[in-house]
């Protein structure tokens, strides 16, 4: 508003202030400063460079490369009203011609060193050239149950850098297989399995995939296997009532014949009653009643019950429940934060404020050294939750007959 005092700009290389006039371009490659100030005081000072667009003997089929391509489009998006048609041609010429050499040099097809193995860019789908095929083979003792017995079992990933990395798109994958029976192919996420597509071509096993992890490869000829038995009788079962190949009921996940269980009731994959889900063999309890997928009652960490340890406050003696921390999490309004919450500070004594929410003998509220009523409880939410999964199961069994 004041105007302009004086304004001009300086080349490093030659370190020279030029006075700027509504003439002056800068078109020359290199570093420059800028100044300007004002008539009231106010100074600003801009640097910047101008860059030649990079040589195309220097662009390869390297993911570096195409960064360098996208960021020249993205420029020239930003200043393509502001230059002339002669460099906005140089600009679109330079980028024709970065992505024809960028493309010819990319790679449909990687394999492994010893070319037993190899996966094909689908549509256009490309690799970088530094981009490793590895295919390790991997034991069957580690794989969860699969429906038939195994042949072959191979974690499958691309390496660039020393990094695994994905495919950009769709690839189909070539693995060795040599049997005369026809092949069956399991892919393998974690302790589930399934049953996925694949030809037989020549001496491979193939398959369309978007992303590469673990597969074991089998046959009708191999021994089946029942995944819903354990050799400790009793302690697994898996139902799947939707066929969908997940367990909508599931105890034992991890295969260890360590009892689990989760109960998925609205088929989101997500465990709505979920009892020891990190598989360490501590009892937890995780119920998410109105399906938003926030616990809204949490039991965890249960370790041991001591009615003899007490504390008296205010000439009333309580159960202080040590040993057991957290010991009840209800979150009534699903906001995340426990409503109702015994030892919330993990003191080992109740705290007071608790107490006034969970008076009248409620769950949760203090208990003296009479421990009966606890195990009442316990009794009656294990009951209630067997029953339910009864229930669930015979509701889905009846729904799949009919």
Same mark, same amino acid.
């Given at each position: 508003?004041?105007?302009? +005092? ?19 371009? =800068?078109?020359? !490659? ?13 100074? !600003? ?5 101008? &860059?030649? =667009?990079? $040589? @195309? ?18 420029? =020239? ?26 493309? /010819? ?6 394999? %492994? ?12 789908? /490309? ?11 991997? #034991? ?13 079992? +191979?974690?499958?990933?691309? *390496? ?47 398959? @369309?995939?978007? #992303? ?22 009793? %302690? ?7 066929? $969908? ?17 989760? @109960?998925? *009731? ?10 020891? /889900? ?20 949490? !039991? &965890? ?16 003696? +309580?159960?202080?429940?040590?040993? @057991? ?11 995340? !934060? ?31 050294? $009479? #421990? ?12 209630? #939750? *067997? ?16």
């Amino acid at each position: 508003m004041s105007g302009v +005092y004086e304004a001009y700009y300086v080349k490093e290389e030659d370190g020279i202030p030029i006075t700027i006039d509504p003439e002056v371009k =800068l078109k020359e !490659i290199g570093e420059y400063e800028i100044y300007a100030q004002d008539k009231a005081g106010n100074e !600003i000072i801009i640097t910047f460079k101008i &860059v030649p =667009l990079p $040589d @195309i003997e220097d662009i390869d089929g390297s993911d570096e490369s195409k960064d360098i391509i996208d960021q020249v489009k993205e420029e =020239l998006e930003e200043i393509k009203d502001k230059i002339d048609k002669t460099e906005r041609e140089e600009y679109e010429e330079w980028i024709k011609d970065a992505l024809e050499k960028w493309e /010819s040099e990319r790679k449909k097809v990687v394999e %492994t060193d010893d070319k037993s193995s190899k996966v094909e860019g689908q549509g256009d789908t /490309s690799f970088d050239p530094k981009t490793q095929l590895i295919v390790d083979s991997i #034991s069957q003792s580690t794989l969860p149950k699969l429906p038939q017995n195994a042949l072959y079992a +191979y974690d499958v990933y691309l *390496m660039k850098d020393n990094v695994k990395v994905q495919a950009d798109g769709s690839i189909k994958v070539y693995l060795p297989y040599t049997d005369k029976e026809e092949p069956i192919l399991y892919e393998i996420k974690g302790n589930q399995v399934k049953q996925i597509p694949c030809q037989r071509e020549g001496n491979y096993i193939t398959f @369309i995939t978007d #992303s590469l992890g673990k597969y074991a490869i089998s046959n009708e000829a191999q021994d089946k296997t029942d995944k819903n038995e354990c050799q400790l009788e009793g %302690t697994k079962i898996n139902i799947d009532t939707d066929n $969908d190949g997940y367990p909508d009921v599931n105890v034992d996940i991890d295969n260890d014949c360590i009892a689990d269980l989760n @109960i998925d *009731m609205d088929n989101d994959q997500i465990p709505d009653i979920n009892i020891d /889900s990190d598989g360490d063999g501590k009892a937890e309890i995780n119920v998410d009643t109105n399906e938003d997928g926030k616990v809204d009652i949490n !039991i &965890v960490n249960i370790k041991e019950w001591k009615p003899e340890k007490v504390v008296t406050i205010n000439g009333i003696t +309580y159960d202080t429940m040590g040993g @057991i921390k957290p010991y009840l999490n209800i979150d009534e309004d699903g906001d995340g !934060i426990p409503d109702r919450n015994i030892d919330a500070d993990g003191n080992g004594i109740i705290d007071s404020e608790e107490r006034k929410k969970n008076t009248g003998g409620a769950i949760g509220s203090a208990n003296t050294g $009479d #421990s009966s009523k606890w195990n009442l409880w316990w009794i009656m939410m294990i009951s209630t #939750s *067997m029953v339910m999964i009864y229930a669930i199961y015979r509701k889905r069994k009846q729904k799949d007959t009919f």
